[in-house]
């Protein structure tokens, strides 16, 4: 495909959402909205996008999360709320992870040492890493339950503790995104 077909075809889809009335998500881009008087409007992504990793066992405590995050005004990427049909999940889960400005990495007693998603998951996040300044926080690990998080992972980046105070883990974990956020802005 062409890079001119490319932009045609983009073009089309994002005509044929608005035509029907629905809103259009460009990923990492922002959103068409339908306007009754400009044909449609466009808002930005400004919102940090917060990549969510988790073993399916967790996916209950995973869930509370993403919805705090999300209230609190970030745009979390999750694979139970975001993967459409048929897409092809390995690499749209790949490409999430590389557009996020975090990678919020879950871990417990079942995904710190089940072999699983979440660890290929958390390999190609630490892969990532490693393009990102030394002074900026790109991971952050969450202890779900008393685990042990991995001594890779743990001997270069502190965690934050959901348990057994899960709120006070929510206000330091969302602390430390909003600040590294306002950090970067300056």
Same mark, same amino acid.
């Given at each position: 495909?062409?890079?001119?077909?490319?932009?045609?075809?983009?073009?089309?889809?994002?005509?044929?959402?608005?035509?029907?009335?629905?809103?259009?998500?460009?990923?990492? $881009?922002?959103?068409? +909205?339908?306007?009754?008087?400009? @044909?449609?409007?466009?808002?930005?992504?400004?919102?940090? /996008?917060?990549?969510?990793? +988790?073993?399916?066992?967790?996916?209950?405590?995973?869930?509370? @999360?993403?919805?705090? $995050? &999300? =209230?609190?005004?970030? #745009?979390?990427?999750? *694979?139970?709320?975001? $993967?459409?049909?048929?897409?092809?999940?390995?690499?749209?889960? %790949?490409?999430?992870?590389?557009? =996020?400005?975090?990678?919020?990495?879950?871990?417990?007693?079942? =995904?710190?040492? #089940? /072999?699983?998603?979440?660890?290929?998951?958390? /390999?190609?996040?630490?892969?990532?890493?490693?393009?990102?300044? @030394?002074?900026?926080?790109?991971?952050?690990?969450? /202890? $779900?339950?008393?685990?042990?998080?991995?001594?890779?992972?743990?001997? %270069?980046?502190? +965690?934050?503790?959901?348990?057994? *105070?899960?709120?006070?883990?929510?206000?330091?974990?969302? =602390?430390?995104? &909003?600040? &590294?956020?306002?950090?970067? &802005?300056?």
């Amino acid at each position: 495909m062409t890079e001119a077909s490319a932009l045609d075809h983009l073009t089309a889809i994002v005509v044929q959402g608005l035509t029907a009335g629905k809103p259009v998500e460009i990923d990492g $881009l922002g959103v068409f +909205y339908p306007d009754s008087q400009r @044909l449609f409007r466009f808002e930005a992504c400004v919102q940090p /996008r917060v990549f969510l990793a +988790y073993a399916k066992e967790d996916q209950g405590s995973a869930i509370r @999360l993403f919805d705090h $995050l &999300e =209230s609190a005004g970030f #745009r979390v990427w999750m *694979d139970v709320r975001k $993967l459409l049909p048929g897409q092809n999940w390995p690499r749209a889960i %790949e490409n999430a992870i590389e557009i =996020s400005d975090f990678f919020v990495a879950c871990f417990s007693r079942v =995904s710190a040492i #089940r /072999r699983s998603g979440f660890q290929a998951e958390l /390999r190609y996040a630490l892969d990532c890493a490693r393009r990102v300044p @030394l002074d900026q926080i790109f991971m952050v690990p969450v /202890r $779900l339950d008393a685990c042990r998080v991995p001594r890779a992972v743990q001997r %270069e980046i502190q +965690y934050v503790d959901l348990y057994p *105070d899960w709120d006070n883990g929510l206000r330091v974990l969302t =602390s430390t995104l &909003e600040a &590294e956020w306002k950090r970067r &802005e300056i």
